[in-house]
């Protein structure tokens, strides 16, 4: 049940990516009922089930089932699956470029920015798997040997969001993989395309029955039998603090393992030192990747006295020209927001910020292509009781604050409840050291505004989150150690 185009001539080079049902147990099953939008025109892309509590059973039952066949492969059979993933997604690049503009309505450019960022992790993880070594340590008894395992949990829950629909799947599932987990995939209902795309190339690439599986449908009854059926032991999650910490409280009855990527609030802070062209572009790089609806977009930047006047011209010209537009189309820069709801929490922020003194510089309103699309929008004069420096804007908004001294910015930076990503700007190393340092954050980017790839550990501190995706670290979620004393030697 595929279709060949997403719109009146947008044909795919392979149609039967456009598949729109669920994949459980290496079939695809499930009648279309829930409708996928494309946010930047609202036409209807399709449908796709509806699944509830019992369908998700069967889906982590066809996993558990799964479960001891694929981890008793050997690490170079999985690896070779995994590479043949890679090398599928890479070939398909455009196709699933144009499905995650189509639903998710990033430019183009970014989404195929987005699929090999995605592609990355498999790769990687495809090379990881042969290297998920366990040890030796000395032992306590001289006719004795002490050796730590390191195996697969078991079967893992993935519940990944509408903002990166790609590389949010394969950085939790890439490594499950790896380490020899089977996982089943629910992808957010405004982005489910992209998860099922992918689970026809992994059908292709050969994974057996039941290792992938992706299903959508009613977030509440499948969320129910992730966080209590005791075949589930690991729950990975990206999305709100408030979601993550739901699924926390509803897996504590069965202790499972709960990896959580929340909710950001990053902090951009600019010194009078740094060298200011790469501060504006690297602050205009993190405040509008994906229309400012990344957790790890500017949300708040800092700038000393010093340079604030010149920082805020720049910065804003630079936004004032942004090409806001369908992102099919070649050269757009902004996309729609994701829906109506965000573009109310914009205009939520902004009449906060304006009634406390804010002023808005450029942009402000929804822009004249109408449904979603907003603004690149800079305010000045933000200060801390307004709405936006407290919370995640998640729109292509810039407040810009002043800021004196190193220690100020420090304690400003760190005055929020998120820990997820901040970024610094500055040419003087020790401050680099000592700011880095200083700062309550998982992530820290000095001079640069994009840090995110498949070789380092993203994650959080504080309520931003508890785990660790990408590198070697994002394979500790998926593996439990085992000591085994060996004796009578
Ligand atoms: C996110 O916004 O959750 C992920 C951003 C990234 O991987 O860079």
Redesign the pocket.
């Known amino acids: 049940m595929t279709q060949s185009t997403l719109a009146p001539g947008l044909v795919l080079r392979d149609p039967a990516l456009l598949e729109m049902r669920c994949f459980v147990n290496g079939s695809f099953v499930g009648e279309g009922m829930d409708p996928v939008n494309n946010p930047a025109n609202g036409l209807v892309l399709g449908h796709v089930p509806d699944f509830g509590a019992a369908e998700a059973t069967q889906a982590v039952e066809a996993a558990q089932q799964a479960f001891h066949p694929w981890a008793a492969l050997t690490a170079k059979e999985r690896s070779a699956i995994l590479r043949r993933w890679f090398d599928l997604i890479i070939d398909a690049r455009e196709d699933l470029a144009l499905i995650l503009t189509s639903e998710q309505g990033k430019p183009l450019s970014e989404a195929r920015g987005e699929v090999d960022?995605g592609a990355a992790f498999v790769e990687f993880y495809a090379e990881e798997a042969k290297r998920i070594s366990g040890e030796t340590l000395p032992s306590h008894r001289s006719d004795g040997r002490i050796l730590v395992l390191r195996q697969p949990v078991g079967v893992v829950a993935a519940i990944t969001?509408w903002?990166?629909p790609i590389?949010?799947i394969t950085?939790k599932v890439a490594p499950a993989l790896a380490a020899g987990c089977t996982v089943v995939a629910k992808p957010a209902p405004e982005t489910p395309l992209c998860a099922l795309a992918l689970s026809v190339l992994a059908k292709r690439a050969g994974f057996p029955d039941g290792v992938f599986n992706v299903i959508t449908g009613d977030a509440v009854e499948i969320g129910g039998i992730f966080t209590s059926h005791p075949a589930i032991r690991v729950v990975s999650f990206?999305g709100s603090t408030e979601v993550g910490k739901l699924l926390m409280r509803q897996s504590a009855s069965t202790l499972k393992r709960v990896a959580l990527?929340l909710g950001g609030n990053a902090p951009v802070l600019v010194f009078d030192d740094a060298d200011i062209e790469s501060a504006v572009a690297g602050a205009l790089a993190s405040k509008f990747r994906n229309t400012g609806q990344?957790?790890?977009?500017a949300n708040r930047i800092y700038v000393q006295s010093k340079i604030y006047d010149a920082f805020v011209e720049r910065f804003t010209a630079a936004a004032a020209q942004l090409k806001i537009g369908d992102g099919t189309i070649d050269g757009m820069q902004l996309g729609p927001l994701i829906n109506e709801r965000a573009v109310q929490k914009v205009e939520r922020h902004l009449s906060d910020a304006v009634d406390k003194g804010g002023r808005i510089i450029t942009g402000g309103k929804r822009h004249r292509l109408g449904g979603t699309f907003f603004e690149a929008t800079v305010v000045i004069n933000a200060h801390s009781e307004m709405a936006m420096a407290r919370e995640e804007t998640f729109g292509p908004v810039a407040p810009i604050f002043r800021f004196e001294s190193e220690s100020e910015a420090i304690a400003a930076a760190n005055a929020t409840t998120s820990g997820l990503a901040a970024y610094v700007f500055t040419r003087d190393v020790g401050r680099v050291f000592r700011v880095s340092e200083a700062l309550e954050y998982g992530m820290v980017g000095v001079n640069s505004g994009l840090i995110?790839t498949e070789l380092a550990p993203?994650g959080g501190v504080k309520e931003s989150g508890n785990s660790r995706e990408g590198s070697h670290h994002g394979i500790e979620e998926f593996v439990d150690k085992k000591y085994v004393f060996v004796g009578g030697l």
Not at 294 to 297: E, F, L, N, Q
């Open positions: 960022y969001p903002n990166f590389a949010m950085r990206t990527e990344t957790c790890v977009c995110s993203f």
